[in-house]
């Protein structure tokens, strides 16, 4: 099994939790098939846990990728990571299908020279919000991360910090009033693509916004995309 190849000429191309259209998705094994690859990024998901540590996951629980209610919010980092995920034959029979954190999540990206696309799941507060940023700068790496979130406030507080850090708002529908707002606040568009238009993507440029869009997985929409001049494409399969 292999990537769908397209031709993205000057779009970027983002792994969606790893490559996930291979491997199991938001795991070192997804990340690292996506660092063996072309991709200019890999996104993935952190949420807080009980004991201060930030743990790999989309979903709030494991029970979609593990068959079991295992919150990601009340449990300690230890205890997630002895989860064991399903694999795509659904057999649990590899022991490195298990929960990542997000330190490995950074190294990997750090070692293949990858744009680390973090997503921020959880209502953070401040302080975790500035651990957060200790950890990505404690790998030399916050030049080549962009934090992204559907929670507005969650990249203000990213902004509190780091003015010129590049972040994305995820969101449905571009607006005028989204990107004007946007805009003002220096944060960047991410959003769903079956809602852009080639108008909207223009409308975003020329209010000084990159565009980044998800999740497109076939290659006539990401080629359609490219000649409307997306900036980003995030995708589990193509490449």
């Avoid at 969606?16 to 070192?28: A, K």
Wanted: with cysteine.
């Amino acid at each position: 099994m292999n990537t769908i190849k397209f031709e993205k000429n000057n779009t970027r191309v983002i792994a969606h939790r790893g490559l996930s259209g291979i491997e199991v998705e938001n795991t070192n094994s997804a990340f690292v098939a996506a660092g063996n690859r072309s991709y200019y990024g890999i996104e993935t998901d952190i949420y807080k846990t009980t004991d201060g540590n930030f743990v790999i996951g989309h979903d709030d629980n494991y029970k979609r990728l593990a068959g079991e209610e295992i919150y990601l919010e009340k449990e300690a980092l230890d205890t997630l990571q002895g989860v064991i995920f399903f694999d795509k034959d659904g057999l649990k029979d590899r022991c490195d299908l298990r929960p990542s954190r997000l330190e490995n999540y950074l190294k990997i990206c750090k070692k293949y020279e990858k744009h680390a696309v973090l997503e921020l799941k959880s209502d953070f507060t401040q302080d975790e919000i500035s651990k957060i940023v200790e950890i990505v700068k404690g790998y030399d790496y916050l030049e080549s991360t962009t934090f992204i979130s559907f929670n507005y406030n969650n990249l203000l507080k990213i902004k509190a910090i780091l003015p010129k850090q590049s972040a994305q708002y995820l969101f449905w529908k571009v607006t005028d009033e989204e990107i004007e707002r946007l805009s003002c606040d220096g944060i960047d568009v991410d959003v769903w693509c079956r809602e852009l238009t080639r108008e909207q993507i223009e409308a975003c440029h020329k209010a000084g916004l990159k565009v980044n869009c998800w999740t497109v997985d076939t290659k006539e929409e990401a080629e359609k995309l490219v000649s409307w001049g997306i900036d980003f494409i995030t995708s589990n399969i193509l490449e």
